[in-house]
């Protein structure tokens, strides 16, 4: 069974510009989670999906931050504009219920110049 | 404050040894994680402890965990060079499905 799969895995842009971060969740995996760990801090919460709405976005920093999950499948996260400190990993999770265990994906690592 | 706080932020230990770290927390949770993090890979999860669970044990791994002190501790026995990488533990409480990390601790096993 694939597990959480991020694309891309590294992204460098430039200041002002936009980002968009996919995940596809395991397969069957109703609850998707981001996370980001900016530099030198630990990993935060941004927003939890059940299928394809918002259970919880209180972690999203500001509104340059919009996270989608059209049709319960993969989830996207827009970045636009970008800041210098939005440069960071971002994490994506999946878990079957919530209060399952939940499965990272290998992280998008975006550098903001 | 944040919620989960490993010690000691760094530890070296020889092959062989065993690796103990430390994870305190302030609220009340309802499961406690410990995670793995290979240098720039993804977060692996390791295990899992619930709030009326004192121990755990997958394979190498021991997990205990005290409500009382709010901490819990992750033994990894017998380590080996593989084991290297930073540790986080992650505690989710209340009806907030969300996880709350520590900043982690980075163990070096030496060859």
């Known amino acids: 069974e694939a597990g959480v799969t991020q694309f891309p895995s590294h992204s460098v842009i430039e200041k002002g510009q936009t980002v968009t971060l996919r995940c596809d969740p395991i397969?069957?995996?109703?609850?998707l989670y981001w996370y980001r760990r900016v530099m030198g801090k630990e990993i935060k919460f941004l927003l939890h999906?059940?299928?394809?709405?918002?259970?919880?976005e209180s972690g999203m920093p500001n509104n340059r931050f919009l996270a989608e999950r059209t049709g319960g499948t993969y989830s996207t996260l827009k970045v636009q504009p970008a800041e210098l400190e939005d440069s960071g990993v971002y994490f994506c999770?999946?878990?079957?219920?919530?209060?399952?265990?939940?499965?990272f994906g290998p992280g998008t690592r975006l550098t903001v110049l | 404050s944040q919620q989960g706080e490993e010690d000691p932020q760094a530890l070296s230990i020889q092959e062989g040894e065993n690796a103990t770290m430390n994870c305190s927390y302030k609220?009340?949770?309802?499961?406690l994680q410990w995670y793995r993090q290979n240098s720039g890979r993804g977060l692996v999860h390791l295990i899992l402890?619930?709030?009326?669970?004192r121990e755990k044990h997958s394979g190498r791994l021991r997990v205990t965990l005290d409500t009382s002190k709010k901490s819990s501790s992750l033994l990894i026995t017998a380590s080996r060079a593989a084991d290297t990488a930073s540790y986080f533990c992650?505690?989710?409480?209340?009806?907030?499905?969300?996880?709350?990390f520590g900043k982690g601790t980075l163990l070096t096993v030496n060859p």
């Open positions: 999770a999946s878990s079957q219920d919530h209060t399952d265990t939940q499965y």
């Open positions: 397969s069957g995996h109703d609850n």
């Open positions: 999906f059940v299928k394809e709405s918002k259970q919880d």
């Open positions: 609220t009340s949770i309802n499961n």
């Open positions: 402890i619930r709030s009326n669970e």
């Open positions: 992650a505690t989710r409480g209340g009806s907030n499905y969300k996880l709350t």
